[in-house]
């Protein structure tokens, strides 16, 4: 093993101009069973250590596995909306280990018959460009023990005095998914490998199977990484970056080693095979263990357990259960509504299409819809540092309000102080408008009033639009509107005064 | 046919984490060897068209509901653990120097 | 004298007729109990079957059981008689050791399931026997705490690795008892010990609670001194348990009918299967003899013989010793003084938590454990698996059909349970492979998860107790017991009562009171 001699970084930009990057990613799910994937230990979140363990779970002598269905279930939903064929029959294997976290010192996964495999997504990124990525294989696995480092300067592994360990976690059912090499994504690397963890939480979430929360270790990814000198050319070392724990983490572990491994090529150093640690603090990683006999599991078919054999029946029944996955779903809602594709992308990006989607449900045309909730509506947002969904208005309301405004009861800005109204909490539209008096006067008696009143202030205007210039007439509106307190019609105010001055 | 040499034993038993001394490695290799050689046979008529059988019984699709049972106790568990602190298996530290 | 003359003839009974008795209330739960725990003390110093003998225990469930029935409850057929469990099997608040250091003073805070079955019944647990260490052994000799003797000869193994439940049995320690069978461990004790033991199919009895050694080959089943008593316990702790995925769905086939239908000893229209492979060559004179007056014994029932051939069983052996190995380093790899056990830290050096799940296993575990493990692991490793054990698992498809073609042309098949009778302590131990060999008839029924049944045939030229073994198809089960019902009834009526009967009176130690 060579020294660890620091290379330089070179500049990203660089590097990805000099090198072809290609991705591997490994996404771990933790299914949102009620119980263990081989036991029935509940599975609840925050649990007094040691407390959510059964013989199995601990891996006592003597306790044996058996498969929770419902995990079995959810994996082949999993497998489905990936694109993948669902293995005729597949086994458990185990992969032979120790660890302490571990607790029969081997961990029942599945080797070489996943049962899922072959599969594919579609991810899309922020601009719109649509990358398809290639799943090799979901496969069902059991998680492992949690182990608290105590002692030690840092409280990390290397240096720490012991280790204390909870087992609630361990045997909590996993689904692993692993990518084929991601080839192609060039400089966009780091926003592909992002916005395929990112699609993967979305579905794990529509498909109800997991809470899919990053920052609660629902969902794991672990990030490979190789570089080589065109896309000819055959794929580099890679390494596999660990503890990559948020999605920006994500794009910015693929930005550091891109940089990192470019620096070691330039050197004319080969890249060590290993894995790191990313390091949320500063964005970088760092030479993780290095594996030396670890990497022999002895693999063999899990005696314990029975062959999982989904039948084609079973299987075209979850099929049909499947909700319509996010992609499809904005597709078919973007061709609805009749938006392009950057309006599109603004109302994904802001988190607006379930509430578009309610506001035209309620009555409201898709561009109605889209004008209040991407615009007064973010901009008010915006101003109270809130999320969207999070205002106190619900869609059903909004498409009252912009009925209103198409009945002719309100113009724009009368709308938005009927807005005003419903924000502070004094009920729907309808209800604002009679109490605060903001509906547009519909009767011309009051507006001939005003009009004259104009008219009569402003004589000179009379001479110089009979003379031709239309131009003095938005002085006369504006007048009206002041003394109408902004609730005339604007149009039918001018088709008075022009009336009016006809005369 | 295969020998299973001394530095074999010695890399198996760290691949198994057992301690070996080495009298017992040297009486291991010695051993091991003729157990090797004789049931390497099974290589003669394991061939290609035979399949493997690794359940004697051909049960699939063995599952359970998704019901929860009650835990072990957390006493009962740290009972006859060899050392713990609040709730939880004290184990020495992971990974020594490497 | 009353008391011990009451002693013996109560510890001299078997426990369908010990069943019979507490059922006539002539004799209640507590005194069959104390009587059994008398008779572990008077001889088991020489005996050393037992590894913890649970006196307080084993009397509150007979005085429990006393006491439901005087209230007029009903109860199993059972329930009442006492039983010894091998100390494989998990019992929870009962130390459990597996025959190892690595556990010594280990106690389970769960019950097997098949203790919880024996215990739902009522039957007061006597303790747990000695074996081999982790069931790896055919002598008891690996034991970590020391020999088992057997009761025929002091200085005699009792087999392996369930030497304790059969000295326990053949001694009159207990009528009933556990054992388990990965490669012969019932039924090889039962052979030189002269005493009933029956491996059922794989699946036919919970594994649930059993310290694993081979998860695709072990089976728990019954130890006793006859062919019905195993019957009864057999239908006691058989059935489907949801939490073992590998036992079989169906109830326990009809054996205490199919032991009480054999007994009327009419073999007419069944056709019995010698195996060749099994028999001849590498048997001792005495084991042959008996086998074949066995088959004339058989054939005198209306049993047609044929022999029937069984190729791929000359590589059985090869096979066990790479699947067994392989699945035994993998189930034993949680014994590293984490969580429970014996822990060890290095004498030198950091004490890490590597370092010391490797001192604690190479102090804990003893030379054939540490054996088997060794050649375990290599034979899963990296470049090995296809030769080793990938081949083996392929060994095991040609037996599995063997067997099935057997089956077409015999309803059982038979052979002499073990090559010798009971060898010298010390006689085996340096040759691992001749030791190996003990179970060269009985592991063909493990790979291919058929039933097997060992009964005594006969005494050999040496004066010790030879095993008859039936072998049934899978699920058969009941087959076993009509066959050796059938013989049991035939052999004892020649010889005037059971083989134990010839037993030497083991030597008692004065009762202290």
Not at chain 3, 329 to 352: C, I, Y
Request: with cysteine.
């Amino acid at each position: 093993m060579t020294a660890a001699t620091t290379t330089g970084l070179v500049a990203y930009e660089d590097a990805v101009r000099r090198y072809d990057p290609v991705l591997g990613i490994e996404v771990h799910v933790e299914l949102g069973t009620l119980t263990k994937m081989f036991c029935a230990a509940e599975v609840a979140y925050g649990g007094e250590p040691n407390t959510q363990v059964t013989p199995v779970s601990l891996g006592l002598p003597g306790a044996l596995p058996v498969v929770n269905g419902k995990a079995v279930e959810y994996a082949i939903r999993i497998g489905l909306a990936l694109n993948c064929s669902i293995a005729e029959s597949c086994r458990f294997a185990r992969k032979n280990y120790f660890y302490p976290d571990v607790p029969k010192n081997f961990q029942t996964s599945q080797y070489d018959e996943p049962i899922a495999y072959d599969g594919w997504i579609d991810v899309e990124l922020e601009d719109g460009e649509v990358f398809r990525v290639e799943i090799e294989r979901a496969h069902m696995e059991e998680d492992a023990g949690k182990n608290t480092h105590v002692g030690g300067s840092t409280g990390r592994i290397q240096g720490a005095e012991y280790s204390l360990v909870d087992y609630n976690r361990a045997g909590i059912p996993l689904v692993e998914i692993v990518t084929r090499p991601i080839e192609g994504a060039g400089e966009r690397a780091p926003e592909v490998a992002r916005a395929y963890v990112q699609t993967l939480r979305d579905i794990f979430r529509t498909l109800d199977v997991s809470e899919a929360r990053m920052e609660r270790g629902n969902v794991r990814a672990d990030v490979n990484l190789s570089l080589r000198p065109t896309p000819e050319s055959p794929l580099g070392t890679r390494t596999e970056t660990k503890n990559v724990n948020s999605f920006r983490s994500i794009e910015r572990a693929v930005r550091y080693e891109v940089s990192r491994q470019a620096g070691v090529l330039d050197a004319g150093l080969p890249v060590i095979q290993e894995t790191r640690h990313f390091h949320e603090e500063d964005g970088t990683t760092s030479s993780g263990r290095v594996k030396s006999d670890a990497e022999d599991y002895r693999y063999f078919p899990e005696p314990d357990l029975v062959p999982v054999a989904p039948s084609r029946e079973w299987v075209e029944e979850i099929r049909a259960t499947l909700p319509e996955m996010p992609v499809a779903r904005r597709r078919r809602l973007q061709t609805e509504w009749g938006y392009a594709d950057a309006e599109m992308r603004d109302v994904v990006n802001a988190g607006a299409i379930d509430l578009i989607e309610a506001t035209v449900s309620a009555g409201t045309s898709a561009a109605g819809a889209r004008k209040w909730w991407m615009g007064e509506l973010a901009r008010r947002a915006n101003q109270d540092d809130v999320m969207l969904a999070d205002l106190s208005v619900t869609p059903a309301q909004i498409a009252q309000l912009q009925g209103l405004v198409e009945s002719g009861r309100l113009n724009d800005k009368l709308a938005r102080q009927v807005l005003d109204g419903v924000l502070a909490g004094e009920g729907d539209p309808e209800a604002v408008v009679v109490a605060r008096g903001l509906e547009i006067v519909s009767d011309d008696g009051p507006l001939l009033a005003a009009i004259d009143d104009a008219l009569a202030a402003q004589p000179d205007i009379v001479e110089k639009v009979r003379g031709g210039n239309q131009g003095p007439v938005g002085a006369i509106i504006g007048a009206v509107m002041k003394a109408t307190k902004g609730q005339a019609d604007a149009k039918r105010v001018r088709e008075l005064v022009l009336d009016r001055i006809g005369q | 046919m295969s020998t299973i040499s001394r530095d074999e034993v010695a890399r198996v038993a760290a691949l198994a984490r057992i301690d070996l001394r080495p009298d017992e490695v040297t009486r291991l290799a010695g051993e091991l060897d003729v157990i090797v050689e004789s049931v390497a046979r099974v290589s003669e008529v394991a061939t290609a068209d035979v399949p493997a059988t690794s359940h004697p019984l051909p049960l699939t699709n063995v599952f359970r509901d998704d019901v929860p049972e009650p835990a072990l106790p957390v006493q009962e568990i740290l009972a006859g653990a060899p050392q713990q602190e609040n709730g939880r298996f004290a184990v020495p530290q992971i990974l020594g120097e490497e | 004298m009353g008391t011990n003359d009451m002693t013996s003839d109560i510890t001299r009974l078997s426990a369908s007729d010990l069943a019979s008795a507490l059922a006539s209330k002539s004799v209640s739960s507590v005194e069959a109990t104390q009587a059994h725990l008398d008779r572990i003390a008077a001889v088991d110093g020489d005996v050393h079957a037992f590894l913890h003998v649970s006196s307080e225990e084993a009397l509150a469930t007979a005085a429990d059981v006393d006491a439901k029935r005087a209230a007029g409850e009903e109860l199993h057929p059972l329930a009442g008689v006492p039983i010894a469990v091998k100390d494989v099997v998990v019992t929870k608040g009962l130390p459990t050791t597996a025959g190892s250091k690595i556990l010594a003073g280990w106690i389970p805070p769960y019950d097997a399931t098949l203790v919880e079955r024996i215990k739902a019944a009522g039957l007061p647990i006597l303790g747990k026997t000695n074996m081999d260490e982790f069931a790896m052994g055919s002598s008891t000799e690996h034991s970590a705490f020391g020999n088992t003797k057997n009761p025929w000869d002091l200085d005699r193994i009792p087999g392996g690795s369930g030497g304790g439940s059969a000295a326990a049995v053949a001694g009159f320690e207990a009528p009933l008892a556990i054992g388990t069978d990965t490669g012969g461990s019932i039924r090889q004790p039962g052979a030189v010990t002269g005493t009933v033991g029956v491996k059922p199919t794989y699946g036919g009895v919970s594994r649930y609670g059993l310290i694993a050694m081979a998860s695709s080959l072990d089976q728990a089943g019954p130890v006793t001194r006859t062919v019905l008593d195993a019957a009864l316990l057999h239908e006691l702790i058989g059935g489907h348990d949801p939490h073992d995925s590998t036992s079989i769905n169906e109830p326990v086939p009809g054996v205490v009918a199919a032991a009480r239908q054999g007994a009327t000893g009419d073999l007419r229209g069944l056709r019995v299967g010698v195996v060749k492979e099994l028999s001849g060559e590498g048997y001792q004179t005495g084991v042959s003899a008996r086998f074949d007056e066995s088959l004339d014994q058989l054939r005198a029932l209306g049993a047609e013989i044929v022999e029937v051939s069984c190729p791929s069983f000359t590589y059985a052996l090869d096979a066990y010793y790479l699947i067994m190995p392989a699945e035994a380093s993998s189930n034993l790899a949680k014994f590293d003084g984490m969580r429970f056990g014996l822990r060890v830290e290095p004498e030198e050096g950091p004490v890490t938590a590597e370092r010391v799940m490797s001192a604690t296993r190479g102090a804990g575990f003893g030379d054939e454990v540490k054996r088997r493990v060794i050649l375990g692991t290599y034979a899963l490793s990296a470049g090995y698996y296809d030769a080793y054990y990938g081949s083996a698992q392929k060994v095991r498809t040609l037996i599995q059909r063997d067997f099935a073609a057997a089956f077409e042309q015999a309803d059982v098949l038979v052979s002499p349970t073990a090559p010798t009778t009971a060898f010298k302590f010390g006689e085996k131990l340096d040759d691992p492979l001749a030791m190996y060999l003990n179970d060269i008839a009985t592991i063909p029924a493990n790979l291919a998860g058929v039933p097997g049944m060992s009964l005594p045939n006969g005494l050999s030229d040496d004066g010790l107790p030879v095993g008859f073994q039936i072998l049934a198809p899978a699920k058969a089960d009941d087959r076993l017991y009509r066959v050796g019902a059938a013989l049991e009834a035939a052999l004892e009526s020649r010889w005037g009562g059971p083989l134990l009967n010839r037993a030497p009176e083991l030597k008692t130690t004065e009762l202290a009171r």
